[in-house]
C-alpha cells in the first residue's frame, strides 16, 4: 500500500530511490520493484547482497563495509599516532564504515613499552557516557552488543591478551568501555573481520612490506592509515595501499566532502559509482547519450596503431566516431584522469585525487564492431587489462586488429559465457549490448561484479570511468604548526600501464 501511495504521489517511475529498509515486505516491495531505476546504499556488504537477492538485476550502488587498519613504523612520532588510533578506533564507539578496528606495528613499535603505555592510557582515560552528558567521549553503540561483537568484546583467540579489557557499564547493554586487544594474529577471525564496535586489535609485522600485506589482506578497502616520518616508507604505502581513501600522519575517519572524496575499493563498495563528495558521483546517477567529442587531443602509441588497424573495414561515418572518441579519451587523459589533483590547495594538508587502472570484461552482444574498438580503446588508454568476449565473430579484420595489439577476444556463447562469470570473484564488465535482466540472470545478481551497461559515448570524461579506480590521498603537511612536506604532490599521480589494481 504505501509502495504505490508513493508511485500516486508522483513519484517518477526512472526515480532513483534513496533508501534505508530492513528485510520485510515494505523495504522488499521498494528495492523490487522494477520501477525503482537506481538504489543508492550506505550499509554492510550482506545488506547489499540482500538487496540484489530481492532483484538481481537492481542498478545498486552501494557504499559498504570496512575493516580498516594503521600502520606505524619506528619512525612515527608516537604521541601523535596513539591520538589518530584512538580518535579513529572509538570516534562514535568505533560504529564508522571508516574507523579502525587494526593497528599494525611495524618492527621495533611492536616491542616499545612507551608506545603501549601511552596506548593504554589514551584509550582508558576515555569518558564513556550517554549524549545527554557533555563531557562524555564516547556513546553508546547503537543496539545491544550480541553476535560477532559480542564475541570481539568477550572473548579472546589463542595468542590474544586484554592490552585493556572492554567492560559493559550499564543495563542496556549499549555502554560499553573501549578494548584494545594485542597478539591478533594474521588470518584470524578478527584480523578478517568487521566489528562495528570500540575494540581495536594490535598486529604485528617484521617490516613496513609484510605490515601491508597484512593491511591488504582483508576483503574490504574502505579506509587506510600510515603514520611515519620516512619519505621512503610512505612512497612505498602509497604505492601498494589497497583502499580508496589514504590517509598519512592523521586518522582514517572524519573524511569532507570535495577535500577527501569518500568511497572504497573492493567489497567496500558495490556497482557502477563513484566517491561520494567527488567530481565523478553525479556521473552514476545519470544517464547518457552520445554526442560528438568537441574537446579532442593528439592520439598515439598502442591506441593510435590500433584505430589505424581497423579504420579501413569502417565505413566514414564509424571512422569519423572513432576518431573523435579517441581524441576525447586522449583530452580527459591528459586535463583529468592522468594527473593527481588536489583541488583544496591546503598549506597544511595534502588532498590528492588520483586515477588508477583497473581490470575490465568487456561483453559484447549486440552492438557495432566500431563502439567495441572505442571502449577497447578507453580501456588501452586507462592501462587496463582487458579480458574481450563476443556473442558472436566479429569481422576478421577487427578480430585481427585485436590480436594485433594483444587483445584476442574469445568468442563465448550464452552458456560459455555464464561459465565464465561463474568462475569471476569479482571484477567489473562493461557491457555492449544486451539487457542487463539477462546479464543478472548469467551473474547471479552477485554485488562483487559491477556491471557498466549504458550505450557506448563519444566522451573521454565518461567512457573511461569504466577502466579507472578513484584513490583518495590526505596527508599532514606540518609538524605541529610549521610546513612539512613529505611528500611532493606531482610524485603522486596516475599509474599507467597495465598494472594490477584490485576489482572492486
Known amino acids: 500500500m504505501m509502495v504505490q501511495a508513493l508511485w500516486d504521489a508522483g513519484v517518477p517511475t526512472d526515480a532513483l530511490a534513496l533508501v534505508h529498509v530492513e528485510e520485510g515486505?515494505?523495504?522488499?516491495?521498494?528495492?523490487?520493484?522494477?520501477?525503482?531505476?537506481?538504489?543508492?546504499?550506505?550499509?554492510?556488504?550482506?545488506?547489499?547482497?540482500?538487496?540484489?537477492?530481492?532483484?538481481?538485476?537492481?542498478?545498486?550502488?552501494?557504499?559498504?563495509?570496512?575493516?580498516?587498519?594503521?600502520?606505524?613504523?619506528?619512525?612515527?612520532?608516537?604521541?601523535?599516532?596513539?591520538?589518530?588510533?584512538?580518535?579513529?578506533?572509538?570516534?562514535?564507539?568505533?560504529?564508522?564504515?571508516?574507523?579502525?578496528s587494526l593497528c599494525i606495528l611495524v618492527g621495533s613499535v611492536a616491542r616499545s613499552r612507551r608506545f603501549r603505555r601511552q596506548l593504554v592510557?589514551?584509550?582508558?582515560?576515555?569518558?564513556?557516557?550517554?549524549?545527554?552528558?557533555p563531557t562524555s567521549q564516547m556513546g553508546p553503540v547503537i543496539e545491544p552488543v550480541a553476535g560477532k561483537l559480542r564475541r570481539a568484546l568477550t572473548e579472546l583467540a589463542p595468542g590474544e591478551t586484554w592490552l585493556v579489557k572492554?567492560?559493559?557499564?550499564?543495563?542496556?547493554?549499549?555502554?560499553?568501555?573501549?578494548?584494545?586487544?594485542?597478539?591478533?594474529a594474521r588470518g584470524s577471525e578478527f584480523h578478517l573481520t568487521e566489528y562495528f564496535g570500540p575494540v581495536l586489535g594490535l598486529m604485528t609485522g617484521e617490516d613496513l612490506?609484510?605490515?601491508?600485506?597484512?593491511?591488504?589482506?582483508?576483503?574490504?578497502?574502505?579506509?587506510?592509515?600510515?603514520?611515519?616520518?620516512?619519505?621512503?616508507?610512505?612512497?612505498?604505502?602509497?604505492?601498494?595501499?589497497?583502499?580508496?581513501?589514504?590517509?598519512?600522519?592523521?586518522?582514517?575517519?572524519?573524511?569532507?566532502v570535495r577535500r577527501q572524496p569518500f568511497g572504497g575499493w573492493k567489497k567496500s563498495a558495490v556497482g557502477s559509482g563513484a566517491k561520494a563528495g567527488g567530481p565523478n558521483y553525479l556521473v552514476g546517477l545519470s544517464d547518457w547519450t552520445s554526442t560528438p567529442a568537441t574537446e579532442t587531443a593528439p592520439v598515439s602509441g598502442v591506441v593510435r596503431r590500433l584505430i589505424d588497424l581497423v579504420l579501413p573495414v569502417l565505413p566514414q561515418e564509424q571512422r569519423d566516431f572513432l576518431e573523435r572518441a579517441v581524441g576525447s579519451d586522449a583530452a580527459a587523459w591528459q586535463s583529468k584522469f592522468g594527473v593527481a589533483s588536489d583541488v583544496s590547495g591546503?598549506?597544511?594538508?595534502?588532498?590528492?585525487?588520483?586515477?588508477?587502472?583497473?581490470?575490465?570484461?568487456?561483453?559484447?552482444?549486440?552492438?557495432?564492431?566500431?563502439?567495441?574498438?572505442?571502449?577497447?580503446?578507453?580501456?588501452l588508454r586507462a592501462g587496463s587489462k582487458l579480458r574481450i568476449s563476443l556473442a558472436e565473430p566479429l569481422p576478421s579484420l577487427v578480430t585481427e586488429s585485436l590480436e594485433h595489439i594483444g587483445c584476442s577476444p574469445l568468442v563465448e556463447d550464452r552458456s560459455a559465457w555464464r561459465t565464465a562469470l561463474g568462475a569471476l570473484s569479482a571484477g567489473r564488465i562493461r557491457l555492449l549490448g544486451?539487457?542487463?535482466?539477462?546479464?543478472?540472470?548469467?551473474?547471479?545478481?552477485?554485488?562483487?561484479?559491477?556491471?557498466?551497461?549504458?550505450?557506448?559515448?563519444?566522451?573521454?570524461?565518461?567512457?573511461?570511468?569504466?577502466?579507472?579506480?578513484?584513490?583518495?590521498?590526505?596527508?599532514?603537511?606540518?609538524?605541529?604548526?610549521?610546513?612539512?612536506?613529505?611528500?611532493?604532490?606531482?610524485?603522486?599521480?596516475?599509474?599507467?600501464?597495465?598494472?594490477?589494481?584490485p576489482a572492486p
Open 166 to 184: 572492554p567492560r559493559q557499564l550499564d543495563d542496556t547493554g549499549r555502554l560499553w568501555s573501549p578494548g584494545v586487544k594485542s597478539g591478533v
Open 346 to 379: 591546503l598549506q597544511v594538508e595534502h588532498n590528492v585525487l588520483r586515477y588508477l587502472p583497473v581490470p575490465v570484461w568487456i561483453r559484447y552482444e549486440t552492438s557495432t564492431p566500431a563502439e567495441l574498438v572505442r571502449v577497447v580503446a578507453a580501456g
Open 25 to 100: 515486505d515494505l523495504g522488499r516491495s521498494l528495492v523490487a520493484d522494477p520501477r525503482v531505476d537506481r538504489l543508492v546504499l550506505t550499509g554492510a556488504f550482506e545488506t547489499a547482497a540482500l538487496f540484489r537477492s530481492f532483484r538481481p538485476d537492481l542498478a545498486l550502488l552501494g557504499e559498504t563495509s570496512g575493516k580498516n587498519a594503521i600502520v606505524v613504523t619506528p619512525s612515527a612520532d608516537f604521541d601523535l599516532a596513539v591520538k589518530d588510533i584512538v580518535a579513529s578506533a572509538f570516534g562514535h564507539a568505533g560504529q564508522k564504515c571508516s574507523a579502525a
Open 434 to 501: 544486451g539487457q542487463r535482466f539477462a546479464f543478472a540472470e548469467d551473474s547471479g545478481g552477485r554485488p562483487e561484479i559491477a556491471v557498466y551497461a549504458q550505450p557506448v559515448v563519444e566522451a573521454g570524461r565518461i567512457e573511461l570511468l569504466t577502466f579507472v579506480k578513484e584513490q583518495a590521498i590526505a596527508i599532514t603537511a606540518h609538524r605541529f604548526g610549521s610546513p612539512s612536506s613529505l611528500v611532493e604532490i606531482t610524485s603522486l599521480g596516475a599509474r599507467s600501464g597495465r598494472r594490477d589494481v
Open 121 to 133: 592510557d589514551a584509550t582508558s582515560s576515555l569518558k564513556v557516557g550517554w549524549p545527554s552528558d
Open 209 to 256: 612490506t609484510e605490515a601491508i600485506e597484512m593491511q591488504d589482506q582483508v576483503d574490504y578497502g574502505l579506509t587506510a592509515g600510515l603514520h611515519s616520518l620516512d619519505r621512503d616508507e610512505i612512497s612505498l604505502w602509497l604505492d601498494r595501499a589497497q583502499a580508496g581513501n589514504l590517509y598519512v600522519n592523521r586518522a582514517v575517519t572524519g573524511a569532507i
